[in-house]
């Protein structure tokens, strides 16, 4: 399920797209809150106290380095990853630092997968919005359509990668909790900017209340 499931993210993300406005519509909106607060909550309850136990030394600079890490991501990225896209549709170029960017992103964030299933739930919530987003702009970009699939494509593939990685080579399972504490900084980043952006004018309403209570509870009890 670790490799299967972010497959089915995107493609469910490329479906939302055909049928929905995600800059616009208020369900996609709840989808991304929904996803921000299951986010942060795994990431609180289950990963955090896991690399605490590791007795690794340097854990918080390396949280701290995810967290920056991720600032400069979205430097490129234009903020896809919290439901932002600000990349203009009118370059018929293919969106390689885009790629990049994302691909960093997605590849760092399937290393942990395999300590909980939780996070797995709470990463597949996350890839769904943001895939939305990519498909839209993909779609109304002058990219051709095999560029396009191609894009989804790779992004798709970089979360097992990390997983794979991490199962598959001691080098990399070596300093896994070094990179499970850079995740922590890029996850807390993500989730938080979406909570605080997802409103207009950063106000919060009742649904929204809503669906992150609901998504708090949904990865404590799950």
């Given at each position: 399920?670790?490799?299967i499931?972010?497959?089915?993210?995107?493609?469910?993300g490329?479906?939302?797209s055909?049928?929905?406005?995600?800059?616009?519509s208020?369900?996609?909106k709840?989808?991304?809150?929904?996803?921000?607060?299951?986010?942060?909550?795994v990431?609180?309850?289950?990963?955090?106290?896991?690399?605490?136990?590791?007795?690794?030394?340097?854990?918080?600079?390396?949280?701290?380095?995810?967290?920056?890490?991720?600032?400069?991501?979205?430097?490129?990225?234009?903020?896809?990853?919290?439901?932002?896209?600000?990349?203009?549709?009118?370059?018929?170029?293919?969106?390689?630092?885009?790629?990049?960017?994302?691909?960093?992103?997605?590849?760092?964030?399937?290393?942990?997968?395999?300590?909980?299933?939780?996070?797995?739930?709470?990463?597949?919530i996350?890839?769904?919005?943001?895939?939305?987003?990519?498909?839209?702009?993909?779609?109304?970009?002058?990219?051709?359509k095999?560029?396009?699939f191609?894009?989804?494509?790779?992004?798709?593939?970089?979360?097992?990668?990390?997983?794979?990685?991490?199962?598959?080579?001691?080098?990399?399972?070596?300093?896994?909790?070094?990179?499970?504490?850079?995740?922590?900084?890029?996850?807390?980043?993500?989730s938080?900017?979406?909570?605080?952006?997802?409103?207009?004018?950063?106000?919060?309403?009742?649904?929204?209340?809503?669906?992150?209570?609901?998504?708090?509870?949904?990865?404590?009890?799950?």
């Open positions: 399920m670790i490799y499931l972010p497959f089915v993210a995107v493609l469910a490329y479906v939302i055909r049928f929905l406005s995600p800059g616009n208020v369900a996609f709840l989808l991304l809150s929904l996803s921000g607060a299951y986010l942060l909550s990431t609180v309850f289950e990963l955090l106290p896991e690399v605490y136990r590791s007795n690794e030394s340097h854990i918080g600079f390396f949280i701290m380095l995810g967290l920056l890490l991720q600032i400069i991501l979205e430097f490129i990225s234009k903020g896809v990853e919290h439901g932002h896209l600000h990349y203009s549709e009118k370059n018929g170029d293919f969106p390689l630092m885009l790629l990049i960017s994302l691909s960093i992103h997605a590849l760092l964030e399937g290393v942990p997968l395999n300590e909980t299933g939780h996070l797995l739930h709470g990463v597949v996350h890839k769904i919005p943001v895939a939305a987003i990519l498909s839209v702009f993909l779609i109304h970009s002058k990219l051709s095999v560029k396009g191609l894009f989804l494509g790779i992004f798709a593939l970089m979360t097992p990668l990390g997983s794979f990685l991490k199962a598959y080579f001691p080098e990399i399972n070596q300093i896994a909790p070094y990179l499970n504490a850079m995740v922590i900084g890029i996850f807390l980043h993500v938080t900017t979406i909570l605080f952006e997802a409103s207009k004018n950063h106000k919060f309403n009742a649904s929204k209340l809503g669906v992150i209570i609901l998504g708090i509870l949904l990865a404590y009890f799950i």
